[in-house]
């Protein structure tokens, strides 16, 4: 069986659709999704109802939950002040979200399960149990396996770090998607993962990047610029 695994696409329309042309070549028996599906980009609706007609199995990633529970935010802002400044550009840009998506599409979200699992395949957004925090990509295999081993599961996905990679451990194998928009890693195109039996493979797609640029730029979303600079850049990089 030759599964799918598509996770973090903020919004991005184009790069949204250049994998699903390219899920036409891989021909996947099923495709899941892994969540934060709508914030960050200027096509939040169109996705939700893009996967929603595809009728995808998934589960809800954090910048999903925040919209409807801003406590986890907080707390991370009173655990790490220095993140307030950050965390506040963040929850800025919450109603702009919600406004876009409207209710329906909301408690749809809110209706997304933590885990998924399809036969020896698990997927989560981040953690097991926690769509805020993950193992980052140069995790030690013994953390690897204390997060994710009770899972007793032979193939673990997660997305969240937005930095695809593949890890092979004692009879498990963890793996991240990367993401299909915003990508942390250097490389700017969309990611996504396939499993086809034993074999667990990160595949990358190129998009028109400046296109989708644009079209944040002129939506009136506050993070614009900032989400532009990680767009184009293809890595992390810090407000100005």
Same mark, same amino acid.
Request: without cysteine; negative net charge; proline residues 7%.
């Given at each position: 069986m030759r599964v799918a695994i598509v996770s973090d696409v903020h919004g991005n329309r184009r790069a949204f659709d250049a994998v699903v042309n390219d899920l036409h070549q891989v021909s996947p028996d099923l495709?899941?999704?892994? #969540?934060?599906?709508? *914030?960050? #980009?200027a096509h939040s609706a169109e996705i939700i109802d893009a996967i929603r007609a595809y009728r995808w199995p998934g589960v809800r990633g954090n910048t999903d939950e925040?919209?409807?529970?801003?406590?986890p935010l907080v707390d991370l802002a009173n655990r790490q002040p220095k993140l307030k $400044?950050?965390?506040?550009?963040?929850?800025?840009a919450i109603p702009i979200t919600c406004d876009w998506i409207g209710e329906e599409r909301l408690s749809?979200?809110?209706?997304? $399960?933590?885990?998924?699992?399809e036969g020896d395949i698990t997927v989560v957004?981040?953690? $097991?149990d926690d769509t805020w925090w993950s193992p980052m990509a140069n995790a030690t295999? /013994? /953390?690897?396996?204390? !997060? *994710? #081993?009770?899972?007793?599961?032979? &193939?673990? &996905? *997660?997305?969240?770090?937005?930095? $695809?990679?593949?890890r092979s451990l004692a009879g498990m194998t963890v793996a991240n998607s990367g993401a299909v928009s915003l990508s942390y890693d250097g490389d700017w195109r969309a990611s996504y993962l396939v499993v086809d #039996? /034993?074999?667990?493979?990160?595949?990358? !797609?190129e998009y028109d990047v400046e296109s989708e640029a644009k079209d944040l730029l002129s939506s009136g979303f506050p993070n614009a610029e900032w989400q532009a600079r990680i767009l184009r850049a293809g890595k992390y990089c810090p407000p100005e």
């Open positions: 495709v899941l999704h892994g #969540g934060d599906l709508g *914030y960050g #980009g925040m919209l409807w529970d801003q406590q $400044p950050l965390l506040d550009r963040i929850q800025a749809w979200l809110r209706g997304l $399960p933590l885990r998924h699992s957004h981040a953690g $097991p295999d /013994e /953390e690897l396996e204390r !997060v *994710y #081993g009770p899972l007793k599961t032979r &193939v673990m &996905v *997660y997305g969240h770090i937005h930095h $695809p990679y593949v #039996g /034993e074999d667990v493979s990160i595949r990358r !797609v």
